[in-house]
């Protein structure tokens, strides 16, 4: 138990540090920032949940000691509680009976990569819904604190010539498609930032020879079934007026990027055994990568999967490997 509370602390510790270099407003320090929940997910995979807690619990006392409540609070909601939760849920396991003999476990079910990946974007989501009081407690008046902070930001770090402009027509225009577009796009940014940590975390521990699960298989990565009512709620919430359609956006936009991770893991499926299959996935994710609005397709690729089973009618052309010509 001490070595738990001794690593707990220390991760604790390298998850503050990471936190609260974006202080210093570097592009390196905005990409230390986003792996601040690493050290808690290695603590929670690779030793036990309590760790995590553990390290969640004093990193955001030690930020709250140090910087102040708003740190205390931002780092336990946004890194160190998702953080926890993720490398908990990652380690839940059941057992598996053989067939008509429920005394006897044949082996462990572990928590789905799907369902993971699911709730990597519900707390995507979550973390922007809770930074909305921030800046209004109505649509209109988020999206003017928003506003603000965009042009204190432009008028803080721009160029005199970009300052000149920002008063322009165009450059106001633009203000506003920002102001449409952050909150959507950071829940899909916080979506990728938690299943990417929790990709890495994992890696990290089983080089280590630590991790107790077996390493998924990312062309088999399911969305459970309710992910699709999920995101219909979503869809129909964001066509409500205010604040409830403005929020019901963001959850539909982290929805939508779990299932494109689904999308990829059915393009992993169908390419496998393909002669091409390097460069077809390569220039699936680099088009993604580069362009950003072909996601969508991936989208669509994981919806079609989880209604018409496209891996199965695709395995199923394709017959067995003895039989394929």
């Not at 979506?191 to 990417?196: A, P, R």
């Not at 459970?224 to 999920?230: I, M, Q, R």
Request: proline share 6%; net charge positive; no cysteine.
């Amino acid at each position: 138990m001490l070595q738990i509370v001794f690593i707990g602390i220390g991760t604790g510790v390298a998850a503050a540090l990471l936190f609260a270099s974006v202080v210093s407003g570097s592009i390196l320090a905005t990409l230390l920032f986003y792996l601040a929940p690493l050290p808690i997910l290695i603590a929670g995979l690779g030793w036990s949940p309590w760790a995590a807690i553990i390290a969640a619990l004093f990193g955001a006392i030690g930020l709250g000691a140090i910087l102040g409540f708003y740190f205390f609070i931002a780092f336990l909601i946004g890194v160190g509680l998702p953080a926890w939760w993720l490398g908990y849920l990652a380690l839940l396991a059941r057992p598996v009976t053989t067939s008509g003999n429920a005394s006897t476990p044949a082996n462990v079910e572990w928590y789905p990569l799907g369902h993971l990946v699911l709730w990597s974007a519900i707390i995507g989501a979550l973390i922007v819904l809770v930074a909305v009081p921030n800046f209004g407690t109505d649509k209109e008046s988020f999206q003017a604190g928003l506003r603000s902070a965009f042009e204190r930001a432009i008028q803080s770090q721009a160029t005199p010539d970009l300052r000149a402009a920002s008063g322009g027509h165009d450059f106001q225009r633009l203000i506003d498609l920002l102001v449409l577009a952050i909150p959507p796009a950071a829940a899909v940014l916080a979506t990728l930032v938690n299943v990417f940590n929790l990709w890495l975390a994992g890696h990290i521990v089983k080089v280590s020879g630590r991790l107790r699960r077996p390493w998924p298989d990312l062309a088999e990565l399911q969305l459970p079934g309710y992910a699709a009512g999920v995101l219909a709620a979503a869809v129909a919430g964001a066509l409500l007026p205010g604040l409830v359609g403005l929020l019901a956006g963001v959850l539909a936009a982290s929805v939508l990027m779990a299932y494109a991770i689904h999308g990829f893991a059915v393009l992993h499926a169908i390419t496998r055994g393909l002669a091409s299959r390097g460069v077809a996935l390569g220039g699936a994710y680099a088009t993604v990568i580069v362009f950003g609005w072909p996601v969508l397709g991936m989208s669509l690729l994981g919806l079609a999967d989880a209604f018409f089973n496209v891996r199965a009618r695709v395995a199923t052309k394709r017959g067995p490997p003895s039989l394929r010509t």
